[in-house]
T-cell receptor, first 111, second 115 residues
Framework: LAKTTQPISMDSYEGQEVNITCSHN???????ITWYQQFPSQGPRFIIQ???TKVTNEVASLFIPADRKSSTLSLPRVSLSDTAVYYC????????????FGAGTILRVKS | EPEVTQTPSHQVTQMGQEVILRCVPI?????FYWYRQILGQKVEFLVS????????KSEIFDDQFSVERPDGSNFTLKIRSTKLEDSAMYFC?????????????FGPGTRLLVL
């Protein structure tokens, strides 16, 4: 499993765009990049997943450069409710494979 | 939207007692998991389950732990003789319908406190 590195914490203000970058230098050809969000005392929640270039859904965008050694989760116009821990996971996404969580990035959104 | 449910939401038990944590995965999913998160620490994988048997387990998942899918809907985690260090949030997850990309859906968790 590829090791990931992401900032321990980030602060932002409501209405701003937040970009959280994850480094995964050892990403393998079959690996996908997946981001989860976790609120206090809740289970992780899938946000977005991608393999290359850009993926966008109703919650976030995921930018992946051509070399795939990093990825950036972009949250447009954050609100207080986006305060959470964000995890970057890299793996081959085969059915049944365990997810390996790191420490994640604590995002604090202030008013 | 379908979701994973877990009961109870909180469980307090005495050291040495047995506890059973229950989960109802998303109905058409095929793969089931248990994770735990000790307060202030990372989410840790415990076990994965497919086709009525364990597919993978971590070193945390020792002989005190067992999993079962007794009736085709519930997925349970049993801790036979709880220890203080078993105090944690326990999350159930499920996945695996179709398609090339695998996403695990987590339940809200059971907070276990061992006294």
């Amino acid at each position: 499993l590829a090791k990931t590195t992401q900032p321990i914490s980030m602060d932002s203000y409501e209405g701003q765009e937040v970009n959280i970058t994850c480094s995964h230098n050892n990403i393998a050809t079959n690996d996908y990049i997946t981001w989860y969000q976790q609120f206090p005392s809740q289970g992780p929640r899938f946000i977005i997943q991608g393999y290359k270039t850009k993926v966008t859904n109703e919650v976030a965008s995921l930018f992946i450069p051509a070399d795939r050694k990093s990825s950036t989760l972009s949250l447009p116009r954050v609100s207080l409710s986006d305060t959470a821990v964000y995890y970057c996971l890299v793996g081959d996404q085969v059915y049944g494979n365990k997810l390996v969580f790191g420490a994640g990035t604590i995002l604090r959104v202030k008013s | 939207e379908p979701e994973v449910t877990q009961t109870p939401s909180h469980q307090v038990t005495q050291m040495g007692q047995e506890v059973i944590l229950r989960c109802v995965p998303i109905s058409n999913h095929l793969y089931f998991y248990w994770y735990r998160q000790i307060l202030g620490q990372k989410v840790e994988f415990l076990v994965s389950f497919y086709n009525n048997e364990i597919s993978e387990k971590s070193e945390i998942f020792d002989d005190q732990f067992s999993v079962e899918r007794p009736d085709g809907s519930n997925f349970t985690l049993k801790i036979r003789s709880t220890k203080l260090e078993d105090s944690a949030m326990y999350f159930c997850a499920s996945s695996g319908t179709s398609g090339a990309q695998e996403t695990q859906y987590f339940g809200p968790g059971t907070r276990l406190l061992v006294l």
